[in-house]
């Protein structure tokens, strides 16, 4: 920004905001209802907030301008500003969008509102530069808290036709849930049909986020799966949140030894599109291994469960590896539940078995590919890892474990031989003491965690074992309150007992307010 508040830090622009209304010394805006508070001694967090007011004509003196670079090309059908809904917002702004320092697009617009949309589609661009030149008001301050690279449309009961929410987690990664979103929409706006080239539809499709909010709450961030004109009027979408995203695009992996479990999160949520936050107490742990080429959510499937770590991508748009608490969060009370439910006792697990893995470079050399190949570049994949390629026919122009990019100049016969490493492995299982009379052994076994090392295997198969022994399954419904997947609650239960268990999965009608819930504890 070329004009800001010395206490202001620009990339709180990219945050979701709340920021109370502040007394700040404007013209006619501190009023005396109650809701104002003085200005903090803690001043993080305040968006921007500029130093020149606008003048008696509205107009500010200097226009503070504010420049936003992109590492990666953005499409949108608009920019929509967050300015302060207290009382002041800008009435007039210049919005440029360019590619480099080539300009695409300019228009001016005159918001009349706090939450401001500047309609306009604009494809590939990776910078924009905002002048913001009028105040709705005199003496006021430009005051932005947030910028949204898209339209905002909210649609509330009166266009939702129908709203199911499903939230999964599972606490010892078995697997990486995929939470989804269902609604049927009614629209009369032709931007939203799927014949319309420059409606909402085609920019969906490039993975525009959608935010579900109830009753106040976010209830999570997700993105176009599927979608269906099924007349006019009448849409329905179907939608998956990030670790669905995951799911549908490629991890080249590779072979680590002693890698900080925190940058490899890192490394497979970023290359995907995501951010991650990630426990320090997980970060903190090293991991070593082998990763075939596979999914990011494959990949992140794996480290989760090499450190123990539960995968929650619930009510934001942050992939979150958390260490699960065995403290009840929520109590879901007799206030709350509705009558009915069930209560079932799950199939006994009388041990885990655990194959580590401990991944060694040998001299045995084998072809890995021998064809005839075109001139241009060709990537060759690998089943198993291997090191030290010899490429002839051909340029190696990269490489991992897992891949070779060749360069071919002229076409012809191209081979790739490779090295390979030994996969060394051991299995580590425990085991009930004793198996109640007439029970059969049931043994849980898993074989292709390549990321847990001998060293960790006793403690996967450990935690495994435990989780297998709460038997006890509550399948109930109740008024939508603020649980999560993944912590655990205590539930009013048969017998007028209290029980404490892991919520698996959360099933929400959103226009209703109902969920029901699958909760499993001892």
């Not at 958390?322 to 009915?340: C, M, N, Q, W, Y």
């Not at 190696?396 to 076409?411: D, E, F, H, K, R």
Request: with cysteine; aromatic share 10%; hydrophobic share 40%.
């Amino acid at each position: 920004a070329t004009d800001q508040q010395e206490f202001v830090d620009v990339s709180d622009l990219k945050k979701e905001l709340s920021v109370p209304p502040t007394a700040t010394l404007e013209t006619n805006y501190w009023r005396l209802d109650g809701a104002f508070r003085s200005f903090p001694d803690n001043r993080k967090g305040m968006g921007l907030i500029s130093t020149v007011k606008s003048g008696e004509d509205l107009v500010y003196s200097s226009f503070p301008t504010l420049t936003v670079t992109f590492s990666e090309n953005h499409s949108s059908t608009g920019i929509t500003f967050a300015f302060d809904a207290a009382g002041g917002w800008c009435s007039y702004l210049q919005l440029s969008w360019y590619q480099g320092e080539i300009l695409l697009a300019s228009e001016a617009y005159s918001p009349d509102a706090p939450l401001y949309v500047c309609q306009k589609a604009v494809e590939n661009y990776n910078k924009l530069v905002v002048s913001f030149q009028k105040a709705s008001a005199p003496g006021r301050y430009l005051k932005l808290y947030r910028i949204y690279y898209g339209v905002v449309r909210s649609f509330g009961d009166d266009e939702i036709l129908s709203a199911s929410l499903l939230e999964e987690a599972d606490p010892v990664s078995a697997e990486v849930s995929v939470n989804t979103l269902d609604f049927e929409l009614y629209s009369e706006d032709e931007e939203f049909s799927i014949l319309n080239p420059s409606g909402i539809y085609a920019l969906l499709q490039q993975r525009q986020p959608l935010e579900v909010n109830a009753n106040g709450q976010i209830m999570g961030t997700f993105y176009l799966d599927n979608w269906e004109n099924t007349s006019e009027q009448l849409i329905r979408m179907s939608c998956v949140d990030a670790a669905g995203v995951l799911d549908s695009t490629t991890y080249r992996g590779g072979i680590y030894g002693n890698q900080s479990a925190g940058e490899l999160f890192a490394d497979i949520c970023g290359s995907g599109g995501f951010t991650v936050e990630v426990s320090a107490s997980l970060a903190a742990q090293n991991l070593s291994g082998w990763l075939p080429i596979s999914s990011h959510r494959e990949a992140l499937h794996q480290a989760a469960f090499a450190v123990g770590g539960m995968v929650d991508c619930s009510r934001s748009g942050t992939i979150r590896i958390l260490e699960p608490s065995s403290t009840a969060a929520v109590a879901i009370g007799p206030d709350r539940k509705f009558l009915g439910g069930t209560v079932k006792l799950r199939q006994i697990v009388t041990g885990v078995e655990v194959t580590s893995h401990a991944y060694q470079e040998s001299e045995e050399s084998e072809e890995l590919f021998s064809g005839a190949l075109e001139a241009g570049t060709h990537e060759i994949t690998f089943q198993a890892p291997h090191h030290t390629l010899t490429v002839s026919g051909a340029v190696l122009s990269s490489s991992g474990p897992n891949y070779a990019v060749l360069m071919v100049s002229t076409a012809g016969a191209v081979s790739v031989t490779g090295k390979k490493y030994v996969d060394n492995t051991q299995v580590t299982g425990v085991y009930a003491a004793s198996i109640p009379a007439g029970a059969a052994a049931n043994v849980i076994r898993v074989e292709n965690a390549t990321l847990v090392s001998p060293a960790a295997a006793s403690d996967a198969a450990q935690r495994l074992y435990d989780y297998y022994q709460l038997r006890i399954e509550q399948n109930l419904s109740f008024a939508l309150g603020e649980e999560r997947p993944g912590e655990c609650v205590s539930v009013m239960t048969l017998y007028d007992t209290v029980k404490t268990g892991r919520v698996e999965q959360l099933s929400t009608d959103l226009m209703a307010g109902t969920t029901k819930a699958v909760i499993v504890g001892a």
